[in-house]
């Protein structure tokens, strides 16, 4: 149930383990797999994973942001072992088109896709197979939530039982937005949903949010693929 009060987390391994205390209290008992995107969204998928006793993957996202002004994102990708996906925001696209033309565009995807492989490269030993496993994908929090859908939009097509996004934070745009999908926050308490077979039937689920949000504070270290226990963690 949500408390209808907002918290300011000191760093991501606070807000992961305040996540992580909630979920591990309010899930049904069984094995989870907690997926963070890179890079944000590790340090709480650790977290998470540890309060769970649960296996830790990552997933490589990388915003498309718009020429000169890059923290608009006319879209993301995301990469996992050998799969990716592509996720556009077609209003900002059609007016950045119109501003850039396609060849910047493309420019910017191509420089961002080399980015990404790199990253995925980085991190292939955090690549548990997803088929028929209960996932929770975690992000350090959601604004437009560009890169937690192109991960969505991958990670569905992997074959999980189930996906349950679990973020400290979120807007309260992106939270309807994404409403369809089950949701938890540190202040609330989670939805869990099975996955639809098909995409137009993704609406059962309820976000569960609280009345305001706050920014989680500087990043955290991410965890290396050289840090041991990478593919579980435990206690």
């Not at 998928?45 to 006319?74: D, I, Q, S, Y």
Request: glycine share 10%.
């Amino acid at each position: 149930m949500a408390t209808g009060r907002s918290t300011v987390f000191e760093n991501r391994s606070h807000a992961g383990s305040a996540l992580g205390m909630k979920l591990s209290t309010l899930l049904p008992a069984g094995e989870y797999t907690v997926l963070g995107l890179l890079r944000g969204g590790v340090p709480i998928a650790h977290e998470v994973a540890k309060a769970l006793g649960a296996t830790l993957g990552a997933v490589a996202v990388r915003k498309l942001g718009v020429p000169r002004n890059p923290e608009l994102a006319f879209g993301a990708i995301a990469r996992y072992g050998i799969s990716s996906a592509r996720h556009i925001n077609e209003a900002i696209y059609r007016r950045a088109l119109q501003y850039f033309g396609k060849d910047e565009l493309e420019s910017v995807e191509r420089g961002t896709g080399a980015d990404l492989r790199a990253l995925a490269g980085t991190f292939k030993d955090y690549c548990p197979d997803l088929a028929e496993r209960d996932l929770l994908l975690c992000d350090d929090g959601m604004a437009t939530g560009a890169t937690m859908k192109a991960a969505l939009d991958l990670i569905q097509d992997l074959d999980p039982a189930s996906i349950t996004l679990a973020v400290p934070v979120a807007s309260p745009g992106t939270a309807a937005e994404l409403a369809p999908w089950s949701m938890a926050s540190a202040n609330c308490s989670p939805q869990k949903i099975s996955l639809p077979s098909e995409p137009s039937t993704r609406t059962s689920g309820k976000w569960a949010r609280t009345r305001s949000w706050k920014r989680c504070a500087p990043r955290g270290e991410v965890p290396g693929p050289s840090q041991p226990n990478r593919s579980s963690c435990s206690g």
